[in-house]
């Protein structure tokens, strides 16, 4: 007995198109959409200010104006975190949606992770809840489910455990579902989008992808017929490292093992995922709280041709005096400049100035004025790439830890009856497994200086202010090479920006993986917007493109 579980969206602003495509593009059981991240959560936030009956994905529900028919004429089961801060609303809609087309739709919704009231400051304070308030709803008969912030692998797990009847304690079950789940939440990162070695394929316009889920836990992660993109084990291998940290990848419902997770590929655009075992899941739930943290501005001066530093040095020292009272002065001078240069923008450098303070007219007119009043008594050729403009504010996540108890978990059902989900009874605290034994290193041998993305891909993301490194060997050989020369402080060399800053390393056999989390990288998180890639997207492909002392066997 399989279940056919498809993604339509991995975050809000995605495809807008996908839910139909996945609706008509195969047989599906259920439809899944991610909408919400830490940034998200703070953008819905700052909507419900102006407006407190929103705090809702609105895309999806217009997405629903066009296809909730279809979903209900096909017996594919709609369910989606787009409910955001306010599930409760955005089910409301859905059934004033369905009234107004006349269509008999159950809708329900989940509730309990909103803690807002209880951290004062917040913007929005949300635990991540599991699976089992979706489980209920679908087993009491809901066509739609909404939720709030739930762990993305939550949006397969309730179904999962739904229809094929899993209890809290059948882990290992459980674990495939996270899995498989985690694998999805992304959309099209599993298909081939953002994808290291993305020219193996067409991946123009990736299908969104789904998995065929067994009650024992396996599933085969595939996509529609004639979908573009490709899933193989590297496009999955890829998704499963994302944003994941230890060996072991705590959740709500289940602690999975991810050093026990095997991948083969079953088909063309089928990979199979087996062997996955679980544990109890940890006694506390994690909270995601948003704050605004003040407000901020920046500029970006342009430095061409020759005397870069000096410069960037006279434009420093000039904006010193307007500076003075910022509570942060962050100056970057990027020299993307080439000698002799063929045009105008290549023989250019950036000079990026971010500022930040409680207070909006330090960062705001007062800086935008100082910039615009050197426009002619500044360095030669002066310009910056946008005028300066009002400050904007920006947030800060942070996460903390409550106990189970402290969370009430309610599946709100289509009839308005209130069932409270109750917290895991067994848990277990988490900690680092032993480190698995590496291969064997390979023999000595000539080498060529190259870079490491010859050999190796990556994908790269953020958790609040940390980011995750996760790189793979696509052979054994490779593997063997890669085990014992990316160590953590030769990481460090190969990425500077991380030197000074807490890196641990986790080995992933199975996976022939590495999963490096960097600590701080990221300040206090995307919407601080901290460095150049806030969300740490690209610090993989930076790695990759580094170059070390590769054997020439495996070049």
């Known amino acids: 007995m399989t279940l056919r579980i498809g993604n339509a969206s991995g975050f809000y602003g995605d495809r807008f198109d996908a839910m139909r495509e996945m609706l008509t593009g195969g047989e599906l059981d259920v ?18 200010l102006k407006d407190p009956g929103a ?103 309730g179904p999962a455990a739904a229809h094929f009847g899993w209890g809290p304690t059948d882990y290992d079950r459980l674990a495939g579902a996270v899995v498989a789940g985690h694998v999805l939440e992304c959309g099209t990162q599993a298909t081939g989008g953002n994808y290291a070695f993305f020219q193996q394929g067409d991946v123009r316009r990736p299908g969104f992808p789904l998995a065929e889920l067994h009650e024992d836990g396996t599933a085969v992660i595939t996509k529609h017929p004639g979908t573009g993109g490709f899933v193989d084990v590297g496009t999955v291998t890829a998704q499963l490292l994302y944003e994941t940290q230890g060996a072991r990848y705590a959740g709500p419902d289940v602690t999975a093992r991810l050093d026990t997770v095997r991948l083969t590929q079953d088909g063309p655009d089928r990979v199979r995922i087996s062997g996955v075992r679980g544990e109890a899941p940890p006694p506390t739930l994690k909270v995601g709280l948003n704050r605004l943290g003040g407000f901020r501005n920046e500029v970006a001066f342009v430095l061409t041709g020759l005397d870069i530093e000096a410069k960037a040095a006279l434009v420093r020292e000039q904006m010193e005096p307007a500076l003075a009272k910022a509570a942060e002065v962050r100056w970057d001078l990027v020299r993307t400049d080439r000698p002799d240069a063929g045009t105008e923008e290549a023989a250019s450098a950036l000079l990026r100035l971010v500022v930040r303070d409680a207070n909006q007219e330090i960062v705001g007119r007062a800086l935008s004025g100082a910039a615009v009043e050197l426009a002619l008594a500044s360095y030669p050729g002066f310009h910056v790439l946008a005028p300066p403009g009002k400050a904007s504010p920006y947030g800060v996540f942070e996460d903390v830890y409550v106990p189970r108890t402290s969370v009430d978990h309610v599946a709100v059902l289509h009839d308005g009856r209130r069932l409270p989900v109750a917290p ?42 940390n980011a995750n490194i996760g790189v793979w060997a696509r052979t054994d050989e490779a593997w063997r090479w890669l085990a014992h020369t990316l160590t953590v402080d030769r990481l460090r ?63």
């Open 31 to 48: 439809l899944t959409g991610d909408y919400l991240a830490e940034l998200t959560m703070l953008i819905l936030g700052r909507d419900r």
């Open 55 to 157: 705090g809702y994905a609105r895309t999806f529900l217009r997405q629903l104006e066009e296809c909730l028919g279809l979903a209900r004429e096909r017996g594919v089961r709609v369910v989606a975190n787009a409910g955001g801060l306010n599930p409760a609303g955005l089910a409301s809609r859905i059934r004033e949606l369905a009234d107004r087309t006349g269509l008999p739709v159950r809708v329900a919704h989940v509730e309990g992770d909103d803690l807002t009231p209880l951290h004062p400051g917040s913007l929005a304070a949300h635990a991540y809840l599991g699976g089992f308030g979706i489980a209920t709803c679908l087993r009491e008969g809901a066509d739609v489910v909404v939720t709030g912030r739930v762990t993305d692998a939550a949006l397969v797990t």
């Open 424 to 465: 895991a009874q067994e848990t277990a605290v988490l900690d680092d497994p032993p480190a698995p034994p590496l291969p064997e290193p390979l023999p000595e041998g000539p080498t060529r200086r190259a870079p490491l993305g010859l050999i190796a891909g990556a994908r790269s993301g953020d958790k609040g202010g």
């Open 493 to 555: 060399e190969l990425l500077p920006e991380t030197a000074k800053l807490p890196v641990t390393r986790h080995d992933l056999p199975h996976l022939r993986a590495l999963n490096f989390v960097v600590e701080g990288i990221l300040g206090e998180g995307v919407a601080a917007q901290h460095r150049f890639d806030p969300q740490a997207k690209a610090l993989g492909e930076w790695l990759r493109s580094r170059h070390l002392d590769i054997p020439e066997a495996l070049l």
